[in-house]
């Protein structure tokens, strides 16, 4: 449980950060590009810098799971830049969200993880905070199509990731995967921003080295809370927990204003989180 309540604090302080350099940036993408760098470096120097070592039980797999991560890594952040454009912040927010059924869908299907009636429960609660809590009204608003299916799928399946290779990969080769992930994920940004011909300045530096921190160990704690709880009390908890915290601060720290739905979703999280965890 502590590693799961970590997880959610280090993802939790990926979003405020974000917040807070929403106004004071100008190139997202080298933003971006630092914050991996920044994953990449801690990935590697947790695992030593023992990088290639090709010759471990598992090395190849490791590698090829990383890259998949990575590159699901960038494509869920390309692919929600290019939704909020046309589907707008609320819907693109609530089916990135909702993306955890992806992971939750293979746990029951293909990991033979069973959930209690209360867990089942909670997990149709979270569902309906997460589309509570972001229930505004947009001028111009359009009914979700194929593309917000997309990224459900693709978000989702990044979440899922963490699960694929605690059942499936070498657990001595954690951290280089974890590695493999970010520097993937780097690769392809970095190319990215060259295409944009976006230069970090730095505010970029500064904002993409705060956010890469929480995020490696977002991604760190989630893997080793996948080893101790099931994937259906892990996920849940940890996507309607951040949610929870980060609103919560966005209401005290940024005095941001909440309707009587969204304080009803808060209260449903919390029961949420209580029956998740039975």
Known sequence: MLFLILAVLSSSMVSIV???????????ISMLAVNYLV???????YAGFDLLSVAAEGFSLMVALGAVAGVLYLAGFVLLQ????????VLSSVFMKLGLLVPIALSLLLFGE????????GFVIALCAIVMINLKKEPGAKGFGMGLIILLLTGGSCDAMSKIYE?????????????????????LCAALALRNRER????????????????FFSAKFLLLALTRLPAVVVYPSFSVATMLVVTVTGVVAFRERLNRLQWVAL???????????I
């Not at 994953?39 to 120097?45: I, S």
């Open 200 to 215: 970090p300045g730095l505010r970029e530096l500064v904002f993409g080295t705060l956010i890469g921190i929480p995020n």
């Open 114 to 121: 069973v959930p209690t009636a209360a867990q089942v429960t």
């Open 82 to 89: 290019w939704s909020v454009r046309k589907n707008g912040i």
């Open 167 to 187: 059942v499936f990969g070498a657990s001595a080769l954690s951290e280089q995967f974890l590695f493999y992930t970010f520097f993937v994920a780097l690769l």
């Open 267 to 277: 209260a449903a999280i919390v029961a949420a989180l209580v029956l998740l965890n």
């Open 18 to 28: 974000m917040r807070i350099s929403t106004d004071k940036i100008s190139a997202n």
């Open 39 to 45: 994953c990449a470096f801690l990935g590697a120097a």
